[in-house]
């Protein structure tokens, strides 16, 4: 039996014995090789499930859905390692209550499903301690070390090149698990903080914004960056941010349910380069 | 006999069009990104694409533009219009769908109150079309009732020729005929044949759809809930729609200047009919959804007499969940009677 066919009918077992009332999971898309988000409440509808090299979308984004876990029933869902990680952050920070999360948890490589030992966020510990110790992806790396290369104008360029490209849809926000807030700063409109235009200025306004709150918070799903209708690279943020606090603090976010926040607490031994 | 264009004669046309005072906008691919700007040779066009990411509508109707200029002063306010520059401009290589869309947003700009913003690009725009000889599983401008080879909004339409090397030229209206005229000498005479315009299946029956949607027992279906489960309430689906053309109007300065804006706004967001009292008569996903398809296949046509909707698939290509008007109205035309 293979994977999705096995996680199918857990699954269906799971709503058939109320354990979960919702799994929520990847069904087929509109063509050949899209997956969509599907919401599965009961133990027939299990058969639309569909699990492949395709099913990369992190869906823990889900999980913040106001009211969804209110009733303190509990959801189970597909997730990759950074699925994971994303609802120990959400746990550490008080948003999810992990105990109402089951996890069918799996790994793609090279095209291919692979399983994962688990259905608890706490389970998955050693693969998240592996990821981390094999490090940042090496792509990511190299394409940030090219801007890293460039003078601190041109690099001004660069970003400010692709923020006018940038129309506000907020995908990147709406995609995101970390994005949670219920009313984001740029929405606040009383007074408005931060310009609704998409000009260029109020852009990077966006974007910076985004960038700060997602520090040490990022997992690295590349859900904003695959979002993205203008093709932003935010991917290249996202790692400059995690490599930051990786490199200073040797903080690798979402590596459990009880991990402090990076910018929210301190060590003795917390550099203090910055201080001039 | 019919007017052609040939392609290794396009630079001709836009040597002649500048000099006759026209700025060129074509399909280019800059930064990562399709879309239509301003371009010198024919070798910056991206012809080939089947549809730019961004649409043209980009370029009537700004994502954000600068309305007017105010000083509030002890007792009188000094306020300065900015009305968009005048030159004159060629669209060249515009998509039928595209091109649609300007007009299925005309009427509304011109109600109640004309829009000069939008009217005075309009007026100093000339819209050359080419039509369609290749799709992709997104498009979907025949369940719309359009085609890829549709008249509507084009000054001028372009039929590729069998051969690949040029276009056959019709020009549809006075704009379309005056454009024609610095590169009279430039076209020829010829009997080349048209390459057929490519087969775009209907995806779902729009009349149903409209039934459905007039029936007020519809509005309150349990439908829009099932539909929508999934939808993020990103904007990317309205701000990459041809059609879409809502907005907000926001000072941006200081307490005594500034500049009043337009920005675009969408139905999908939680902020977009939010009341200063709190109140949010659209306060989930799904009405939000299920205003966007009312408005586009019930209320517009209403007004209008047209839906909103040209059926260039960007809602459903672009959609980070794969969501877009053609599955719920596929639904739609699935339920059952």
Redesign the interface.
């Known amino acids: 039996m293979g994977l999705q066919e096995q996680y199918r009918s857990e699954a269906a077992g799971l709503l058939s014995s109320g354990a979960v009332k919702l799994v929520i999971g990847y069904s087929a898309?509109?063509?050949p090789d899209?997956?969509?988000?599907?919401?599965v409440r009961t133990p027939e509808e299990a058969e639309r499930l569909v699990l492949d090299g395709a099913c990369v979308?992190n869906l823990s984004?889900?999980l913040v859905t106001e009211g969804l876990l209110s009733d303190g029933k509990s959801v189970a869902l597909f997730l990759k390692p950074d699925g994971v990680r994303s609802v120990n952050i959400l746990a550490a920070e008080a948003q999810v209550n992990p105990e109402q999360v089951v996890i069918f948890g799996f790994e793609i490589e090279n095209g291919q499903v692979k399983p994962l030992e688990g259905r608890k966020a706490s389970d998955f510990t050693p693969v998240i301690e592996a990821a981390k110790t094999a490090g940042l992806s090496p792509e990511l790396q190299k394409e940030s070390e090219r801007l890293d290369q460039m003078s601190a104008s041109e690099r001004f360029e660069f970003w400010k090149?692709?923020f006018?490209?940038c129309?506000?849809?907020?995908?990147c926000?709406?995609?995101c698990p970390m994005c949670y807030c219920r009313r984001c700063i740029v929405?606040v409109?009383q007074p408005?903080w931060v310009?609704?235009?998409?000009?260029t200025l109020?852009n990077f306004e966006w974007n910076i914004v985004r960038a700060f709150h997602l520090a040490g918070r990022c997992v690295a799903c590349g859900?904003c960056d695959?979002?993205c209708?203008?093709?932003i690279?935010l991917r290249l943020i996202n790692h400059r941010m995690a490599k930051e606090v990786l490199d200073a603090f040797d903080y690798y976010a979402g590596e459990s349910t009880d991990q402090k926040p990076v910018l929210a607490t301190f060590r003795q031994d917390d550099p203090e380069t910055f201080i001039l | 006999m019919t007017r052609i264009l040939l392609k290794n004669r396009l630079d001709d046309c836009i040597v002649a069009w500048r000099s006759a005072g026209f700025s060129v906008l074509a399909p280019v691919k800059r930064s990562d990104l399709s879309r239509f700007d301003e371009v010198e040779s024919s070798a910056e066009m991206a012809l080939d694409l089947v549809l730019t990411e961004r649409t043209i509508k980009d370029h009537f109707f700004p994502q954000t533009e600068p309305l007017i200029k105010y000083r509030i002063k002890k007792h009188e306010i000094d306020s300065q219009e900015m009305l968009p520059p005048d030159g004159k401009r060629v669209f060249f290589g515009v998509r039928p769908c595209d091109a649609s869309g300007l007009a299925i947003d005309d009427p509304l700009f011109g109600w109640d109150y004309k829009d000069e913003y939008w009217f005075k690009r309009r007026d100093n725009a000339v819209i050359v079309t080419i039509a369609c000889t290749a799709s992709d599983d997104f498009c979907m401008c025949t369940s719309v009732k359009l085609a890829p080879d549709s008249a509507k909004g084009s000054d001028v339409l372009l039929r590729p020729l069998q051969g690949g090397n040029g276009w056959q030229v019709e020009a549809l209206s006075d704009r379309g005929n005056a454009l024609l005229e610095p590169i009279s000498s430039i076209l020829q005479d010829s009997t080349d044949a048209p390459a057929p315009t490519v087969s775009v299946p209907v995806r779902f029956d729009v009349d149903k759809v409209m039934e459905w949607l007039a029936d007020p027992a519809s509005f309150e279906s349990h439908f829009w809930k099932e539909i929508s489960l999934r939808c993020i309430g990103c904007g990317s689906c309205t701000f990459l729609c041809p059609t879409c053309h809502c907005f907000d109007i926001q000072d941006e300065g200081d307490t005594y200047t500034g500049i009043r804006r337009k920005n675009w706004d969408s139905c999908s967001f939680a902020m977009f009919t939010m009341h200063t009292s709190g109140h949010n008569p659209r306060n989930t996903q799904s009405t939000r959804w299920r205003q966007r398809i009312m408005h586009k296949f019930n209320y517009y046509r209403g007004k209008f007499g047209v839906n909103s909707c040209s059926g260039c698939g960007r809602c459903t290509r672009q959609c980070p969940v794969d969501m877009g008007i053609t599955e719920t109205l596929q639904a739609i035309t699935n339920l059952p009677k």
Request: charged letters at 20%; glycine letters at 8%; hydrophobic letters at 20%.
């Open positions: 898309g509109s063509t899209r997956r969509r988000p599907v919401f979308a984004t889900y090149e692709q006018a490209k129309i506000k849809c907020y995908a926000r709406q995609v929405d409109n408005q310009n609704t235009s998409s000009h109020g859900g695959r979002s209708p203008v093709n690279p």
